[in-house]
Antibody, heavy 116, light 105 residues
């Protein structure tokens, strides 16, 4: 079964750093891009970016580039999304999903809460 | 940037109804369009890709049409489990999601 399992919920303060993870299983990890999407509670879906696990090539949403960083560790078939300095506006549910274009399946989501 | 709009933003329907949701792209995206269903507290689920191809395991009451800038998702006979929010997504130039259409009672 193709599956993406994300790390648990996080509560952080503004200015803190954070890395969340997305563990893939059931398929050849290097063969499919991983895409990250965020959703502010009660709002719509926003594309963050995507990463090709075979060579770590990335595409970012221009509005978020420089604020978040995507990476992968092929040895443990895991993708990461990280922040060096969180802001309150980063509070959202973060999803990983498989695919460069059509996203399937999705991880269960990681809720990130940023508040002083 | 390619912008996506959806209409209506919400629709009230009953079991057995035929429901059609429209998605419009600001530029020609050919058939680079997908539809997702999201239920509260859950991740989105892929329903349709390539504008009209049904994802494996998705009931045949769901169908998609369109190309270029105008697209539709139709649920031919609404079932209880179909009450959810539906999003379109373009993949012609990176990604953009539509704002969503909530289907409720």
């Amino acid at each position: 079964e193709v599956q993406l399992v994300q790390s648990g919920a996080e509560v952080k303060k503004p200015g803190e750093s954070l890395r969340i993870s997305c563990k893939a299983s059931g398929y050849s990890f290097a063969s499919y891009w991983i895409t990250w999407v965020r959703q502010v509670p009660g709002k719509g879906l926003e594309w963050i970016g995507r990463i090709d696990p075979s060579d770590s090539y990335t595409n970012y949403n221009p509005s978020l580039q420089g604020h978040v960083t995507m990476s992968v560790d092929k040895s443990i078939t895991t993708a990461y999304l990280q922040w060096n300095s969180l802001e309150a506006s980063d509070t959202a549910m973060y999803f990983c999903a498989r695919g460069p274009n059509w996203l399937d399946p999705w991880g269960q989501g990681t809720l990130v809460s940023v508040s002083s | 940037d390619i912008q996506m709009t959806q209409s209506p933003s919400s629709v009230s329907a009953s079991v057995g109804d035929r429901v059609t949701i429209t998605c419009r792209a600001s530029h020609d995206i050919k058939t680079w369009l997908a539809w997702y269903q999201q239920k509260p507290g859950k991740a989105p689920k892929l329903l349709i890709y390539g504008a009209s191809s049904l994802q494996s395991g998705v009931p045949s009451r769901f169908s998609g049409r369109g190309s270029g800038t105008d697209f539709t998702l139709t649920i031919s006979s609404l079932q209880t489990e179909d009450f959810a929010t539906y999003y379109c997504q373009q993949a012609n130039s990176f990604f953009t999601f539509g704002p969503g259409t909530k289907v409720d009672f």
